[in-house]
């Protein structure tokens, strides 16, 4: 049972972004899934959730209207879309799934940088 996130890295002011979680041992249509980050000295917030079908999502305030996510059942894969990222959007951003239990995915470090 595992969730792995990818696509993390260095991006410019105003670039775009896209960071994907796969989940494996567990059946992911039956669970919302979730993208919290972690700044260095900053407790983790919760960025971005999506329903199990896709169709309702979620996002912090911050983050409205920048970030978009989404998941494609077929492939077991959430995504984040990042557009016109902020310097203080800097970040391990992190996949999430509510099972019995809280599973966390590795991390994937994001810098937004000039």
């Known amino acids: 049972v595992q969730l792995v996130e990818s696509g993390g890295g260095l991006v410019q002011p105003g670039g775009s972004l896209r960071l994907s979680c796969t989940a494996s041992?567990?059946?992911?249509?039956?669970?919302?899934m979730n993208w919290y980050r972690q700044a260095p000295g900053k407790e983790r917030e919760l960025v971005a959730s999506?329903?199990?079908?896709?169709?309702?999502?979620n996002y912090a305030d911050n983050v409205k209207g920048r970030f978009t996510i989404s998941r494609d059942n077929y492939k077991n894969t959430v995504y984040l879309q990042m557009n016109t990222p902020k310097p203080e959007d800097t970040a391990v951003y992190y996949c999430?799934?509510?099972?019995?239990?809280?599973?966390w995915g590795q991390g994937t470090q994001v810098t937004v940088s000039s």
């Open positions: 999506i329903n199990r079908a896709g169709d309702y999502t």
């Open positions: 041992g567990f059946t992911f249509t039956s669970y919302a």
């Open positions: 999430n799934v509510r099972l019995s239990y809280e599973l």
